[in-house]
């Protein structure tokens, strides 16, 4: 085939070839990650099975280590019974069966964080209190959907020595739970 030719058949084949499609643009602006968790300044930082959780600082009411419990019976998934707290008898919830993770045993240095609630005060049984922590401005991301704990969590929290996952109390007590009963 002689030159002249061979342009005439490659000009007919560029012709019957479709456009490649337009690539697709980047978004202009990055996907938001942070949240705004209005008065999330500091947060009671607690391990679970070696995972690190949190709570804000300001639905904590104090930090105790358990003491005998009045087991009653509840099929709630998480109270395993109440005790008195200076006239006010508050429910005991075990985190660890709230959030799915295998039974343990108390010792008598096991903690409960008093936590208030719109439902009233409860006590959260905790494998072990770390420290109140300081959130860094923009630390804060929505957690992902593809977390099981993602409808209990106000967010996860990015620190240096890793991620705290933060509870929303409001949305991990049951409604039922929580009720204060006075003697």
């Known amino acids: 085939m002689s030159p002249r030719a061979a342009r005439k058949q490659a000009a ?38 070696e995972q690190r959780y949190g709570l804000p600082i300001e639905v ?19 109270v ?10 508050v429910p005991v919830m075990d985190l660890r069966l709230m959030l ?3 039974p343990k045993e108390y010792h008598l240095q096991t903690p ?9 005060l409860i006590a959260l049984v905790v494998d072990e209190v770390a420290d109140v922590v300081e959130v ?7 957690p992902s959907g593809v977390l099981a704990l993602a409808d209990r969590l106000l967010g996860v929290c990015r620190l240096e ?12 007590v ?6 204060v009963v006075r003697p």
């Open 12 to 49: 007919k084949s560029d012709e019957a070839r479709p456009e490649a499609p337009e690539p697709i643009a980047a978004s202009p602006e990055p996907l938001p990650v942070e949240v705004a968790i209005e008065g999330l300044d500091r947060i009671l930082l607690f391990v679970m099975d």
């Open 60 to 78: 904590v009411q104090e930090i105790q280590q358990i003491v005998a419990l009045s087991e009653i019976p509840d099929d709630s998934g998480g």
């Open 80 to 89: 395993v019974g109440v005790i008195n707290l200076r006239g006010v008898v």
């Open 100 to 102: 799915g993770l295998v």
């Open 112 to 120: 409960m964080v008093f936590t208030r609630t719109p439902r009233g």
């Open 136 to 142: 860094p401005s923009g630390s804060v991301q929505a």
């Open 161 to 172: 020595d890793g991620p705290v996952f933060v509870l929303d109390v409001d949305r991990l």
């Open 174 to 179: 049951p409604a039922r739970a929580g009720r």
